[in-house]
């Protein structure tokens, strides 16, 4: 069965530096890769999703992941938070081989804050 | 357009009442999936309708859960006689159907319920 995990519970880092939240998964063939935002009172948010092909993929509001099959992980990135960021980040997979059946398997989940 | 909505937001009951918790997806939207996240966990897939059938069913706890979608609308779910470790958070996310590779899913904002 797939897995997903994302080894940080909690990061703070101060507004203008760069961020990078780790995700690795568990899954037999090349998996359909997303991350979400949720910030409070709001449902979860698509952020990006990989699929196929380029390994580095953009997202909505500067957020960028990559795709290193070697070593299962699907990082987010951006290079300089806003405040606005601070929320709870989640990286999911869905199997690629489930037409018609999307559910998606979530990681715990890391909480974002964000100092001046 | 109005997004996934859902009801109520925040519920509290004591442990044997019942609770219902509704869903109502964007419109048009045939598939509407049912998650729950218990504090400090992984945010789990429960069931999976397109429109008013049960397409997948194996992530229900338990036979105290039923859930319904008559004609293929909006979605409840019922949980009967309600436990403690019943409480966390319920997402309700639907899309629609047909997109390659992957139907995107659209999440609500969640119901908080908590058992006492």
């Known amino acids: 069965a797939q897995s997903v995990t994302q080894p940080d519970i909690h990061i703070t880092v101060s507004e203008g530096a760069s961020l990078e939240l780790r995700c690795n998964y568990s899954y037999g063939a090349t998996p359909y890769l997303f991350w979400y935002v949720q910030s409070p009172g709001q449902g979860l948010q698509l952020l990006l999703k990989y699929f196929s092909g380029d390994t580095l993929v953009q997202g909505i509001k500067g957020f960028e992941a990559e795709f290193k099959r070697s070593q299962s992980s699907f990082n987010l990135r951006k290079p300089s938070v806003h405040w606005s960021d601070a929320a709870e980040y989640f990286c999911?997979?869905?199997?690629?081989?489930?037409?018609?059946?999307?559910?998606?398997?979530f990681g715990t989940g890391t909480r974002l804050t964000i100092i001046p | 357009e109005a997004g996934v909505t859902q009801f109520p937001s925040h519920s509290v009951i004591e442990k044997g009442q019942t609770v219902t918790l509704r869903c109502d997806p964007i419109?048009?939207?045939?598939?509407l999936y049912w998650y729950r996240r218990v504090m400090g966990k992984e945010i789990k897939f429960l069931l999976h309708f397109v429109k008013e059938s049960k397409q997948d069913e194996s992530g229900m706890p338990n036979n105290r859960f039923l859930a319904e979608r008559t004609g293929g609308t909006y979605s409840t779910l019922k949980v009967q006689p309600a436990e403690l470790e019943d409480s966390g958070v319920y997402f309700c996310?639907?899309?629609?159907?047909?997109?390659?590779?992957?139907?995107?899913?659209?999440f609500g904002p969640g119901t908080r319920l908590t058992v006492l």
């Open positions: 419109s048009g939207h045939d598939n």
């Open positions: 999911a997979v869905g199997d690629s081989f489930d037409f018609g059946n999307e559910k998606l398997t």
């Open positions: 996310a639907s899309s629609i159907s047909g997109e390659m590779p992957w139907d995107e899913q659209f």
